[in-house]
Structure formats: C-alpha cells, structure tokens
Nanobody, 124 residues
Framework: VQLQASGGGLVQNGGSLRLSCAASGRTFSGYAMGWFRQAPGKEREFVAAITWREASPYYADSAKDRFTIARDYAKNTVFMQMHGLKTEDTAVYYC??????????????????WGQGTQVTVSS
C-alpha cells in the first residue's frame, strides 16, 4: 500500500486547510487510516483516525471540535478538514494505514504504512 498525502500549506492563525491521503497499489482493505503530526524537536503524535469499514472517527483532544476526518471508500482516500488552525498546529502531517484491527488507533507503532508527510505551517 502506498500513501500519498497532500493539502498542506501556509495559513494564518484561525485559517483552514484540508489534507488528503490517497492509498494506491490496491483497493484498500485495511482496518483504519490515521493522521499523525510531528513538530520539530517533538515526537510524532496522534491527531485523528477513522476505521475504514464503519467510518468511526477518533480524535486527539487537540483536534476535537476543530478537525474532521472522513473517508471516501470508493476513492481509497482519507481527508482531514482542519478549521481554527493555531500556531501550535504547525507540523509535518503524516497519514498512515493500519491493516489489521488493533486495540488502539492512537499508537503510531501499530500502523503498517506511512505517507511521505505534508507540511502545515500556521503563522501568527
């Protein structure tokens, strides 16, 4: 499974961005897809995830009420709409695919495939 993330960019404080992640190589039949982010000098952290079949969303506290994750089953694509962006959201955002069900969708080590990352920069 190859993941291609896109949609990052530079926005002002309070702005919006929509990230996309397309899975290619074969029809995605995994358990979940997620978004993580990593700021300079910090560990990679969970942002949001969605189970592929049921489309059940999961959010980090920092993302609740501001970010929305969704998936397009037919296009093998996961989206994350981000509103109310803050300077602390600045990071490289990575999408990831979890192929088999796991107890936690928040742990990066449980994901099997990763995209290349897309930079999100929020200016004050």
């Amino acid at each position: 499974v190859q993941l291609q993330a896109s949609g990052g960019g530079l926005v002002q404080n309070g702005g919006s961005l929509r990230l996309s992640c397309a899975a290619s190589g074969r029809t995605f039949s995994g358990y979940a897809m997620g978004w993580f982010r990593q700021a300079p000098g910090k560990e990679r952290e969970f942002v949001a995830a969605i189970t592929w079949r049921e489309a059940s969303p999961y959010y980090a506290d920092s993302a609740k009420d501001r970010f929305t994750i969704a998936r397009d089953y037919a296009k093998n694509t996961v989206f994350m709409q981000m509103h109310g962006l803050k300077t602390e959201d600045t990071a490289v955002y990575y999408c990831a695919a979890m192929m088999a069900p796991q107890d936690l969708v928040t742990m990066p080590v449980l994901y099997d495939y990763w995209g290349q990352g897309t930079q999100v920069t929020v200016s004050s």
